[in-house]
C-alpha cells in the first residue's frame, strides 16, 4: 500500500487521487488500493474488553476496527462496516481524531490510570496506518499522561515507532504481544492469508526485546483439530522461546455470530470431516468447553516451563543468527 508521509488528516493535506472521499451517512470514505477505509469520528477512546474475549486486558484503544489480514477466524468481524462476509478483509473503519479523545479522558480525574491495550479490534500497525498514521499521537498522548499500555501487533510497521515506545517506557510500563497461534505457515497461507507470516511476527517480537520494550506471544488463536496437536503447540512454544518472548498466553479460537458463521463455511468446505466435532465442541456458544480450553493452558503452562519463557535464566537459546532478525532502522 502507497505511504503518504503526512496523516489524511493533518489539516492543509489533501487526500491521494486514489483515496478521493465520498460521505456515506456520517462517514468519510476513501478507497486505498482496494482497500475501503470508512473514517468516523471517535466518540470515545478508552473501551471495557468484553470479558469474553479471554484477553488478558480491561481496557482498550483501538484506531481501527478490522483489517487486511483476511483471517477466517478473525473475532472482530462482526464489528466491521460492511458485515462478516468475504468484503471484511477489505473494509476498515478508521476512527478519526482519536488521540485527542484519548488526552481528554485520561485526564479526566475519573481515570484512574489503569493499563489499556491497544490493537483489540484490528491490528493498529496494518498497512493503512501507513496512510493515516494515527499510531504516533497516540503513542504521544500515553506518554505525557504517563499511562501503562500493552501493544498488541504483528506488524513489522511497528518498529517505525520504537522511539515513541521508548520516551513511552521511561515513563511508565510498556509491553508489546505478538499474536502467533501457529507456525505451521500452510495453516496460516489458508486462514490468515493477508497477515504476516508467523516467522515475520515473531522477529517482530524479537526486535522489540532486543530495544527494550518486553514483548511476549498472544498464542491465539489455537485451532482445535488443526494446531492443537502436541507437535503443534511444542514448536509454536519452542519457536516463542527462541524469538526471546517474555511470556505466551495461548487463547483457544472464538467464535462469535459473525465470525462463527464464516469459519464454520470454511471449514466445511476444507475440513468437512470437523464439522461435526466443533458443532460438539462449541455447541451454540462462541467458547469451546471449559475442560478442552483448560487442557490447553496447561499444556501450554508445561511447555512454557521447560523452555524457560518468563525466567531470565531461560534453558532454551535463540539459535537464528543476527543476521535473520528485523533490522531497527
Keep these: 500500500m502507497r505511504a503518504v508521509q503526512e496523516s489524511l488528516l493533518d489539516a492543509g493535506t489533501a487526500p491521494p487521487a486514489a483515496g478521493r472521499a465520498r460521505t456515506e451517512g456520517q462517514a468519510v470514505t476513501r478507497t486505498f488500493d482496494g482497500v475501503t477505509c470508512h473514517e468516523v469520528g471517535a466518540r470515545t477512546a478508552v473501551e471495557r474488553v468484553p470479558e469474553a474475549a479471554e484477553l488478558p486486558f480491561r481496557w482498550s484503544v483501538s484506531p481501527y476496527r478490522g483489517c487486511e489480514g483476511a483471517c477466517a477466524h478473525c473475532a472482530a468481524r462482526r464489528d466491521r462496516a460492511r458485515g462478516a462476509g468475504a468484503g471484511a478483509a477489505s473494509t476498515v473503519v478508521v476512527r478519526t481524531g482519536l488521540a485527542d479523545r484519548l488526552r481528554r479522558e485520561?485526564?479526566?480525574?475519573?481515570?484512574?490510570?489503569?493499563?489499556?491495550?491497544?490493537?483489540?479490534?484490528?491490528?493498529?500497525?496494518?498497512?493503512?496506518?501507513?496512510?493515516?498514521?494515527?499510531?504516533?499521537?497516540?503513542?504521544?498522548?500515553?506518554?505525557?499522561?504517563?499511562?501503562?499500555?500493552?501493544?498488541?501487533?504483528?506488524?513489522?510497521?511497528?518498529?517505525?515507532?520504537?522511539?515513541?515506545?521508548?520516551?513511552?517506557?521511561?515513563?511508565?510500563?510498556?509491553?508489546?504481544?505478538?499474536?502467533?497461534?501457529?507456525?505451521?505457515?500452510?495453516?496460516?497461507?489458508?486462514?490468515?492469508?493477508?497477515?504476516?507470516?508467523p516467522q515475520r511476527r515473531l522477529e517482530v517480537c524479537s526486535a522489540l526485546n532486543d530495544a527494550g520494550i518486553p514483548c511476549g506471544v498472544l498464542m491465539a488463536p489455537v485451532l482445535p483439530l488443526i494446531t492443537d496437536s502436541p507437535d503443534h503447540l511444542r514448536s509454536t512454544v519452542r519457536r516463542a522461546a527462541e524469538a526471546g518472548a517474555v511470556s505466551v498466553t495461548p487463547i483457544v479460537l472464538r467464535l462469535p455470530p459473525g465470525t462463527r458463521e464464516w469459519y464454520l463455511a470454511w471449514l466445511e468446505r476444507e475440513h468437512p470431516g470437523l464439522l461435526p466435532r466443533y458443532q460438539a465442541l462449541y455447541g451454540r456458544g462462541s467458547v469451546a468447553e471449559a475442560g478442552y480450553r483448560a487442557r490447553i493452558a496447561a499444556q501450554v503452562r508445561s511447555l512454557a516451563d521447560a523452555y524457560g519463557i518468563g525466567r531470565d535464566d531461560r534453558r532454551w537459546r535463540r539459535r537464528r543468527s543476527p543476521a535473520r532478525q528485523l533490522t531497527l532502522a
Excluded: K
Aim: net charge negative; with cysteine; aromatic share 6%.
Design 106 to 197: 485520561l485526564a479526566s480525574p475519573r481515570w484512574e490510570g489503569a493499563p489499556v491495550v491497544l490493537g483489540a479490534t484490528g491490528d493498529c500497525y496494518q498497512p493503512v496506518e501507513e496512510i493515516y498514521r494515527l499510531m504516533p499521537s497516540i503513542l504521544r498522548a500515553l506518554a505525557d499522561a504517563g499511562n501503562p499500555f500493552t501493544l498488541m501487533t504483528g506488524s513489522p510497521l511497528v518498529l517505525r515507532d520504537l522511539d515513541l515506545l521508548r520516551q513511552a517506557a521511561a515513563v511508565a510500563p510498556v509491553r508489546a504481544a505478538v499474536p502467533v497461534g501457529f507456525v505451521d505457515d500452510r495453516v496460516r497461507r489458508a486462514v490468515e492469508p493477508g497477515a504476516a507470516t
